[in-house]
């Protein structure tokens, strides 16, 4: 008996007041790398109308116990960040050049420190590099498109990305700057077959009527972008379906940073641990074992070992080992889970220092993340995107191994490890 349901997803302009939120965090982040690959940064901002706060606590090694202040212009790389994203016509409340930027920036707590950094502390059982916090992340793929990214987010990215696209051209001159998409698939037996519903909407001018932005969405954004295979005669289209968005970004709507996370990820198909990613740096394991996980789950599914792959971390702060790995094909493996599980501990290692190592997350490439999903993106250094380890996987799963001996038996043996974990509870 087939089984059929419709699944939604949603994505956000870099217009969006929480998107303008996580560009300024992370260009203050990779403003930061840039001076100091070892840079710790914790930050936020937030906006409303004109005014924007940008706060945290950031430590500058080579900076010594100086203010970072005194090196880089946060107001001046917020104020780039907007100008960048579009917000500079001169009728918006919310204007690059006009806005009032307040930092409230300290130094990252030197309790936090001593457990992140790789040296003794009194009362931390390591000298390891530990987790810069307690948490849990996820990391998800699936075969729905090119990408291994679930086909409802990508739509609604890919919808997003060409608005944007189309507004910095300049061509479509009523464009503003705060958008919104949405997408929903329909599915049949764990396959999409069609598009349910589209939904756009987008700031716009005040001198453009509805019918002309409707018109437009649906013919050069919506047919041009999205496949038209899955188009039905019962698709639905929604554009601006309030009938007015002028007023828009910050003027019209407060932004945080860490308030898309969902967007970020999966679009609320793969499970997500609660953590943000943008302003912060790598040590802060809600980012880099995010990306981790994606890393391990895509090479799974381009391997040919499963068509959908979870993996899931915990972490507590200051440990150098994650507390628990755990992995799940939804029955969709090709060979025995167990086999994957082991193979993946044989081939990666999640502490984060190594996670950090692996990636190379120490550089300043954090902005290129921000808007249009964290994941799916064809950047090549956008590391955690490779699909590199699928055929190692691949040999090790079929016993062709490409690491030694030993490591074959530690993997093995935390395998049962975490078996027994999850059987005592």
């Not at 059982?125 to 948490?135: E, F, I, M, V």
């Not at 039905?232 to 379906?241: C, G, H, K, Q, R």
């Not at 969709?332 to 167990?338: R, S």
């Not at 996670?355 to 997350?361: D, K, Y």
Request: charged share 25%; net charge positive.
């Amino acid at each position: 008996m087939s089984t059929k349901y419709i699944f939604s997803s949603e994505s956000v302009g870099e217009g969006h007041p929480d998107k303008v939120c996580d560009t300024i965090s992370d260009y203050v982040l990779d403003a930061c790398l840039r001076e100091d690959k070892m840079s710790r940064v914790a930050c936020e901002t937030y906006a409303k109308s004109n005014v924007v706060i940008v706060g945290g606590e950031i430590t500058i090694p080579k900076l010594g116990y100086r203010n970072p202040s005194q090196a880089i212009d946060f107001i001046g790389i917020a104020r780039q960040a907007i100008r960048d994203i579009g917000y500079v016509n001169d009728d918006d409340v919310f204007h690059a050049d006009k806005v009032f930027v307040n930092c409230l920036i300290t130094g990252q707590s030197p309790d936090i420190a001593q457990g992140v950094d790789a040296r003794k502390a009194k009362g931390k059982k390591t000298s390891k590099q530990g987790a810069g916090d307690q948490g849990l992340m996820f990391g998800y793929a699936c075969n729905e498109t090119p990408e291994l990214m679930p086909a409802p987010i990508m739509f609604a990215h890919r919808l997003g990305k060409a608005l944007t696209d189309i507004r910095k051209k300049g061509t479509v001159r009523w464009l503003r700057p705060d958008a919104k998409s949405q997408v929903s698939v329909v599915y049949e037996d764990g396959k999409p077959v069609a598009i349910s519903n589209v939904v756009i909407s987008t700031q716009h001018s005040p001198n453009v009527s509805h019918d002309e932005i409707e018109d437009f969405c649906i013919k050069e954004v919506i047919k041009k972008v999205l496949p038209p295979e899955l188009f039905t005669p019962a698709t639905e289209f929604l554009i601006n379906p309030t009938g007015r968005f002028v007023v828009g970004g910050p003027q019209g709507d407060t932004g945080l940073t860490g308030r898309k996370i969902i967007v970020d990820s999966y679009g609320g198909t793969g499970r997500h641990g609660g953590g943000a990613f943008s302003g912060k740096d790598p040590t802060k394991v809600d980012r880099s074992a995010a990306y981790m996980g994606r890393y391990v789950a895509k090479n799974v599914v381009a391997a040919g070992l499963a068509t959908k792959c979870e993996i899931q971390f915990a972490y507590a702060i200051g440990h150098p080992e994650p507390v628990s790995v755990h992995v799940d094909t939804f029955g969709t493996a090709t060979v025995a889970e167990e086999a994957i599980t082991r193979a993946i501990h044989t081939l990666f290692s999640f502490q984060p220092a190594k996670i950090i190592e692996q990636l190379n997350l120490r550089r300043p490439i954090y902005s290129k993340t921000t808007n249009y999903g964290h994941f799916g993106k064809c950047d090549p250094e956008i590391t955690w995107e490779k699909t590199d380890k699928a055929e190692a996987l691949r040999k090790t799963v079929s016993g062709k191994s490409v690491v030694s001996g030993a490591a074959l038996r530690k993997a093995t043996a935390l395998v049962k490890r975490n078996s027994r974990r999850s059987s005592r509870r």
